[in-house]
């Protein structure tokens, strides 16, 4: 099946630009375009994508906030920013809002379209959304904000503590699954059993705990 699309960019050139971009990719099928967060967010609920691309500045609703809103009501839907900004709070609040990743728009357009499919597998992607230095810098600012990491790791497995330190890491469910000689199909499984006990919406916020907890180093993340 093709993984459907919504683009969510109030800036028509580019907006049209990546359309015609996934359009081009037999897997890729884009369902809906918006011009602000409060379309995009209806375009999500109406259509369920597999993948949004949401703008992070947009007008009536920006898109952190619509990105909250889509992963609460729609949360199989998964949320890829753009921006044309490396900031790191940024960042940092579009992975608490839930969003998967972070796509700097000048991306090179392979590196586009692998992110938006490695993203709908489910796997972690390194690059762009993660810069140089940036677990340093969220860890930084996610102490700074006072987060807890709550009770969430003693409902965790001895597997699924392997599991976490791996996807961490940044190992794709294909790798954790030859690393621990499981099926990728295994893997996923335990990938969302894990999301679910520690609460968090994505992989980016599972790895922000593995190494606020000591599963992971901050050297393994980068």
């Known amino acids: 099946m093709p993984i459907t699309i919504v683009i969510a960019e109030d800036q028509r050139l580019f907006r049209q630009s990546l359309r015609l971009l996934l359009e081009h990719e037999r897997d890729l099928v884009v369902v809906g375009e918006a011009m602000d967060g409060r379309q995009a967010f209806d375009l999500a609920v109406a259509h369920k ?16 906030t619509a990105t909250r809103l889509i992963r609460s009501c729609v949360p199989d839907s998964k949320v890829l920013m753009l921006s044309v900004h490396d900031d790191d709070a940024r960042i940092v609040a579009a ?73 961490a890491a940044g190992r794709s469910n294909k790798e954790i699954a030859d690393r621990l000689s499981i099926s990728p199909e295994t893997a996923r499984t335990h990938v969302n059993r894990i999301l679910g006990k520690l609460h968090v919406a994505s992989r980016v916020q599972a790895t922000l705990y593995a190494l606020r907890t000591g599963i992971a180093s901050i050297d393994e993340a980068e």
């Open 95 to 167: 992975v608490q809002a839930g969003a998967c990743g972070y796509i700097l728009k000048d991306a090179d357009h392979q590196e586009f379209l692998r992110i938006i499919r490695a993203t709908f597998e489910g796997d972690v992607v390194r690059s762009p959304f993660m810069p140089d230095g940036f677990a340093k810098k969220a860890m930084a600012l996610v102490n700074k904000q006072g987060e807890s990491e709550g009770g969430g790791l003693s409902l965790l497995t001895e597997r699924e503590h392997e599991i976490l330190a791996c996807a």
């Open 49 to 64: 994508p597999g993948i949004v691309l949401m703008d992070v500045d947009m007008p009536r609703l920006d898109g952190i």
